[in-house]
């Protein structure tokens, strides 16, 4: 009689094998896909406005992020204006001499581009820092602390990173807090849905207090420096 074939028992074992060992692996292989963070990006987010008086017009807003590694933390720098060689495209003319953002979306061109993989030029208005430690699969910021006094009122700004399967999300979180009246607080929240480009960007969903909704590009950079610089 003859012996029976067992070519497909085996690989239906390996199979098996190597679907337990996935399994086993969970979270971890989840992590593995987390892009790297340390460096600089140029974000890109586009928007519209459920509050406003126009709430569909499309509006967009740009910012560099840079995160670099300090021990075993985690600085988030961000630079709320970004300055192109060439803004063609991004700002129009407006009253008093001053240029007003496009009443539309804006995409950068081949140029900009460039510029955003060569280094973004930054202004340092407005540049915030926080630094995250790490707490099993996020960064996030120190506690606050609590009010001095029932008087006090404080601005406080608190940011988190959570690393999810499909890719990081950003939280930031802005409140007014008292002890004599109802804490006024707002969210950011940028969940990435898309990793492209061998992790140099990040594409997903964009949202602000409920009313600010869109979408949002991340493009790694070279790197920051001042305007003119």
């Known amino acids: 009689m003859p012996e029976p074939k067992l070519g497909g028992s085996r690989r239906f074992a390996r199979g098996v094998a190597l679907l337990a060992c996935l399994a086993a692996l969970g979270p971890a292989a989840a992590r593995a896909e ?4 340390s460096g600089a990006w140029h974000v890109l987010v586009h928007y519209t406005d459920s509050a406003s008086a126009d709430a569909d ?6 910012r560099a992020w840079v995160f670099e590694r300090r021990g075993d933390r985690l600085r988030w720098t961000e630079y709320p204006i970004v300055v192109f060689d060439d803004e063609s495209g991004r700002f129009e003319a407006g009253g008093a001499d001053r240029a007003a953002r496009i009443p539309h979306y804006w995409e950068p061109g081949a140029d900009q581009l460039a510029d955003i993989e060569d280094g973004l030029a930054v202004n340092q208005r407005g540049v915030t820092s926080v630094t995250l430690r790490r707490a099993e699969q996020s960064w996030v910021s120190a506690p606050e602390s609590a009010l001095s006094s029932a008087s006090t009122i404080r601005y406080v700004e608190s940011r988190r990173i959570d690393l999810a ?5 950003f939280r930031r979180e802005d409140a007014l807090r008292s002890e004599r009246a109802e804490d006024l607080v ?9 990793i492209a480009d061998g992790g140099r960007r990040l594409r997903g969903d964009f949202e602000r207090d409920g009313t600010q909704r869109g979408t949002f590009a991340m493009t790694r950079a070279a790197g920051v420096h001042g ?3």
Request: net charge negative; hydrophobic share 20%.
């Open 186 to 194: 707002g969210a950011t929240i940028y969940t990435t849905r898309e």
């Open 34 to 37: 987390t892009p790297e963070l």
């Open 165 to 169: 399967a499909q890719g990081p999300i």
């Open 227 to 229: 305007h003119g610089d």
């Open 57 to 62: 017009r499309e509006r967009w807003d740009d």
